[in-house]
């Protein structure tokens, strides 16, 4: 009997000023996934990052990049974009994601086919117990609840960093945020994609001493939360125009009783506030409009993506049934 393929993994790990940990991540990473490939982002850091994890990875295989882009969206871009495989991780080099959780992941998505697998860091109450900067654990289930509103998918943690994703939906991927904005993009496109999204409990580690988390609780989270709502212009706009025509079509009908109210009482035409009530209702109608025919112009481009990605699906599962891990 022919012997099974391997199955190809990668590693995708981005890196900014990690000196401290990088070493030790990539170590636990290749003590759980011998067989995968590494591909570690330098992100443009001014420590010893790149020359840390040149050390330990064995670049015959593994890649090293330098991404001179500032952010981590830029840096999952550049390693999505230089590797191929069936199935890619993507962790921290913080050390925060446990290896042993990612491999947790790995088989689920082995077991149920999902397109993502994203690491829950909330149900098992680790994070909570690790971070001890309120704002971000406030702005995590604010920014959770928005997003899961705007998908139409109940999510738990939408800011993990620790995920695993399918080829499917990885080739499906185009990353045009720089930020921490990546795990709320991956997000809203699966759900634009209709995807099999599932989150694992999994736990979170405290990063080593004297070094700081990247994240700025309030610039970064005015940016995720922006980055949502232009999301959401972009994949449901008749939602979004609908309540644009409604707000504009309450003032309208607020100014005109004034109008009316007020030639009732003086005789006067309020010419400006009618004019200003004419605009209102005016907008109002347009934006509905304009909502509906975005409405018509995304529902057949999602149709049609949506065939495909079902499409490319359906080999990778075929492909995944011939190998093994």
Same mark, same amino acid.
């Given at each position: %009997?022919?012997?099974?393929?391997? /199955? ?11 000196? /401290? ?19 570690? +982002? =330098?992100?443009?850091?001014? @420590?010893? !990052? ?32 230089? #590797?191929?495989?069936?199935?890619? +991780?993507? !962790?921290?080099?913080?050390? !925060? ?7 947790? &992941? $790995? ?12 690491? =829950? ?7 909570? @117990? ?15 609840? !928005? ?11 939408? $800011?993990?960093? *620790? ?18 904005? &990546? ?5 809203? #496109? ?24 990247? *994240?700025?609780? #309030? ?18 706009? %008749?939602?979004?125009?609908? #309540? ?14 004034? +109008? ?33 025919? /975005? ?5 057949? /481009? ?18 995944? =049934?011939?190998?093994? &891990?």
């Amino acid at each position: %009997m022919k012997n099974k393929e391997l /199955l190809s993994l990668s590693i995708i790990i981005p890196a900014y000023n990690e000196e /401290l940990s990088i070493g030790a991540t990539i170590i636990e990473y290749k003590r759980v996934f011998p067989h995968a490939r590494f591909v570690v +982002v =330098d992100n443009n850091s001014t @420590d010893a !990052t790149y020359d840390e994890a040149r050390k330990l990875l064995d670049l015959s295989s593994d890649i090293l990049i330098s991404e001179k882009k500032q952010g981590k969206g830029y840096a999952v871009k550049s390693a999505l974009s230089s #590797i191929e495989a069936d199935i890619y +991780v993507l !962790t921290d080099a913080d050390q !925060t994601y446990l290896a042993v959780d990612a491999k947790k &992941l $790995l088989y689920t998505m082995l077991e149920t086919r999902a397109d993502m697998i994203s690491g =829950d860091r909330i149900s098992s109450g680790t994070y909570a @117990d690790v971070n001890k900067r309120r704002g971000h654990s406030l702005g995590n289930k604010f920014l959770t609840w !928005t997003i899961s509103k705007l998908a139409g998918q109940s999510f738990v943690d939408v $800011l993990s960093g *620790l995920r695993v994703m399918s080829r499917p939906f990885v080739d499906k991927l185009d990353i045009s945020s720089d930020g921490f904005q &990546l795990e709320t993009e991956l997000n809203v #496109i699966a759900a634009y994609l209709k995807v099999d999204i599932r989150e694992v409990p999994i736990s979170y580690r405290a990063r080593v001493e004297n070094s700081s988390s990247k *994240l700025k609780t #309030i610039k970064d989270g005015i940016r995720i939360f922006k980055f949502s709502i232009e999301s959401w212009l972009t994949f449901a706009p %008749m939602q979004f125009f609908s #309540i644009i025509s409604f707000l504009m079509f309450c003032f309208s009908f607020g100014l005109s009783f004034r +109008v009316i109210s007020g030639f009732l009482e003086t005789g006067l035409s309020y010419a400006t506030t009618a004019t200003a009530a004419a605009a209102s209702g005016f907008i109002a109608v347009l934006s509905i409009f304009i909502g509906f025919s /975005l409405k018509i112009i995304v529902r057949n /481009l999602r149709r049609n993506q949506i065939a495909q990605f079902v499409c490319d699906k359906r080999k990778w599962n075929s492909s995944l =049934d011939e190998k093994q &891990l």
